[in-house]
């Protein structure tokens, strides 16, 4: 069975940066899109960025496009985000999700295993 752990999340100062990492384990994820949402204190959850699988074509959310940058490691069952210039309005809990995605990253619901986040704070 598939599991998914989020890791990096921390406080950071405005303008600051931090990789978050989604570890699998329990099965690969070689043929699964993994995506990235937020959840911001008193919104709803929302997409952040997605990676399909072995062909890696990507997403962003217009928020984050030219800032965040997800990115796989296959062999280490691992996808990366790496978010650079961080501002107040990207504090949330980030979360990794497996889906099915070979060429178009999954519609929300199509997600069908999420790990339980990483908090991620961004203030001076």
């Known amino acids: 069975q598939l599991q998914l752990v989020e890791s990096g999340g921390g406080l950071v100062q405005p303008g600051g940066s931090l990789r978050l990492s989604c570890v699998a384990s329990?099965?690969?994820?070689?043929?699964?899109?993994i995506g990235w949402f937020r959840r911001a204190p008193g919104k709803e959850r929302e997409g952040v960025s997605c990676?399909?699988?072995?062909?890696?074509?990507?997403n962003y959310a217009d928020s984050v496009k030219g800032r965040f940058t997800i990115s796989r490691d296959n062999a280490k069952n691992t996808v990366y985000l790496q978010m650079n210039s961080l501002k107040p309005e990207d504090t949330g809990i980030y979360y990794c999700?497996?889906?099915?995605?070979?060429?178009?990253?999954?519609?929300?619901?199509?997600?069908?295993?999420w790990g339980q986040g990483t908090q991620v704070t961004v203030s001076s």
């Open positions: 990676i399909t699988s072995t062909r890696k074509n990507t």
């Open positions: 329990g099965e690969t994820i070689d043929y699964k899109a």
């Open positions: 999700a497996a889906g099915p995605g070979y060429v178009v990253c999954p519609r929300e619901y199509e997600y069908d295993t």
